[in-house]
């Protein structure tokens, strides 16, 4: 019972993380119905950008902000002037440059700060609360992990629902037209949007290196489990990305617990899952796409 | 060319009143095209104050082409499009709805991933802060929407989505509202109701309208004036009542 608890509360926590990366995909898919194959080396590349701060003795609240805001002027960058420019072409040429985005960032970091394993810091403890006369798997850096991804997303939810900025965002990724006839500057939210999407991302690649070792394609596996979470929840949907990644960090958590050599298979696992919900539901499971269309 | 009876930008006085300040909205000589198409050729008409513009021709004439190239959605040749005095030929789109030009295109064009209530604030959004009053009156307006208010759009009808536009683009409060085939795919007794709507708040509120229509038989019985399109040049312009009393015309261009 123990062990299944422990094997929860890790999948939970894995899962946010997930979720957040996944959450930031879905806010550029649903914007500019793009794929941004390149968010995670984007990650990347704000978390070496903390580590050095962090290394040349800023403290780790330093370096998350300096790489948060960074992350929001790296994805307004890109999407300024790397996508920007092959909008409204074929659809597949701006995930072809996010493709190529991913591998000359990838490039950049390891020019920048080199492509040794560097183990990067937490805020908090890894050590699990003492709970009667066991210690779970809760650890205090795991509450942080999953307080900051709960935070972001009530603050985009607040963005989103509530704020005139957010409805005009809304406007443009849904009618990109109709938003620019009634004055709304389609292209600046979509900037914002880019931005937005990347601070999330960085948030989730910092959350993820802590306590582990970073180097410049650490975020690989993380772009294919976020992009699992993101298609389960039917990449349209951020409620889908959040409960697609907790689906996907308890199950990668479970195979890695209960399979004999299972942390092996974690990867084919998320393969597996990705198909089983593609053939039965295909929409994922939160599709929107059938409203889209009316 | 045939039959042009008014040509160039003066536009025929209707209805026994004269219209002598400049019209509100002045569209001359106006061409433009997609790809080797020209869709425009060399198009004047006028639209003005206090009035409903009806512009009429079958598909293909160049109607939408006309209310895209005036809102700067597609990009004009030559000529130029006044609105008011001042020239917006090449004005951006986002800045047409702060000079006072609401254009609500073909196809109804709400957001359906947006709550009806959602919908109408995009309108107001370049306003900044709105009052609730003016929420209020456009659901007095239309009290089907009002009755939908916080459910999404997509489940509306197509009587009701081309409410949810207008009203949408009233809060905009435009001095003119370019209306793309307001009545495509409504059922008579909706159009009906629309147009008559339109029709007071254009007299009680001074609002204008230019309207592009391909059911021509309805605009004409609630527009002031009537502009024919044809493969895109205007064959004629006229009051709308001469219009309909021209069983010729409306044989040759308008189908009815």
């Given at each position: 019972m123990q062990y299944f608890v422990n094997v929860t509360l890790t999948g939970l926590t894995e899962g946010m993380v997930y979720s957040a990366f996944a959450l930031a995909l879905v806010l550029i898919w649903r914007s500019t119905r793009i794929v941004n194959f390149a968010q995670g080396s984007m990650a990347a590349a704000t978390t070496f950008i903390a580590l050095a701060l962090i290394q040349a003795g800023q403290s780790y609240w330093v370096a998350l902000i300096v790489a948060l805001l960074s992350g929001l002027l790296l994805g307004a960058l890109v999407e300024r002037v790397v996508i920007r420019p092959v909008e409204g072409g074929p659809e597949l040429n701006a995930v072809i440059v996010t493709l190529g985005l991913f591998v000359a960032i990838q490039a950049a970091i390891a020019i920048v700060f080199g492509s040794a394993f560097q183990s990067f810091p937490t805020p908090f403890g890894l050590e699990g609360f003492q709970v009667g006369d066991n210690r779970i798997a809760l650890t205090p850096n795991s509450v942080w992990v999953i307080s900051a991804v709960l935070v972001t997303m009530a603050l985009l939810v607040v963005l989103f629902r509530f704020t005139r900025i957010g409805l005009a965002m809304r406007a443009s990724a849904f009618g990109q037209e109709v938003a620019r006839l009634l004055g709304v500057r389609v292209g600046r939210m979509l900037t914002l949007g880019w931005a937005l999407a990347a601070v999330v991302g960085s948030l989730?690649?910092?959350l993820i290196a802590g306590g582990e070792f970073v180097y410049p394609a650490?975020?690989?596996?993380?772009?294919?489990f976020g992009f699992v979470a993101a298609v389960l929840g039917g990449l349209d949907s951020p409620i889908g990305a959040i409960v697609g990644g907790l689906i996907l960090g308890l199950a990668l958590s479970y195979v890695s617990g209960y399979v004999e050599r299972g942390s092996a298979l974690v990867n084919?696992?998320?393969?597996?899952?990705l198909m089983v919900v593609l053939l039965v539901r295909p929409g994922g499971l939160f599709a929107s796409s059938t409203a889209r269309r009316a | 060319m045939p039959d042009t009876r008014a040509h160039g930008s003066t536009a025929v006085a209707t209805g026994g009143d004269t219209a002598t300040a400049p019209a509100l909205l002045q569209i001359e000589d106006l061409t433009s095209s997609y790809g080797?198409?020209?869709?425009?050729?060399g198009v004047s008409l006028t639209a003005d104050a206090g009035r409903i513009t009806a512009v009429l021709g079958a598909n293909g004439a160049g109607k939408t082409t006309l209310l895209r190239t005036v809102s700067g959605l597609v990009r004009s040749s030559s000529g130029r499009v006044v609105l008011d005095g001042e020239d917006i030929t090449s004005a951006s789109v986002e800045s047409m709805v702060g000079r006072g030009m609401a254009h609500v295109p073909e196809g109804r064009g709400v957001i359906a991933e947006l709550t009806v209530h959602e919908n109408l604030r995009v309108g107001a959004l370049f306003r900044g802060k709105v009052e609730k009053s003016e929420y209020d009156r456009i659901y007095d307006l239309f009290p089907r929407i009002a009755e939908r208010r916080d459910q999404p759009a997509h489940v509306l009808s197509g009587g009701e989505r081309q409410m949810l536009v207008i009203g949408r683009a009233l809060l905009a409060q435009p001095r003119i509202l370019l209306l793309d085939e307001p009545s495509l795919g409504l059922a008579p007794r909706i159009v009906a109701q629309i147009f008559g709507l339109l029709r007071r708040l254009v007299d009680s509120e001074g609002?204008?309208?230019?309207?592009?229509?391909?059911?021509?038989?309805?605009?004409?019985?609630v527009a002031d004036v009537g502009v024919?399109?044809?493969?895109?040049?205007?064959?004629?312009t006229d009051s709308?009542?001469?219009?309909?009393a021209d069983e010729d015309l409306r044989h040759a261009y308008l189908g009815f």
């Open positions: 989730a690649g910092l650490y975020m690989d596996s993380l772009i294919v084919v696992a998320a393969l597996v899952i | 080797a198409v020209r869709a425009l050729d609002l204008s309208v230019l309207l592009v229509e391909q059911n021509a038989r309805s605009a004409l019985s024919v399109l044809n493969l895109g040049r205007v064959v004629v709308a009542r001469t219009l309909m």
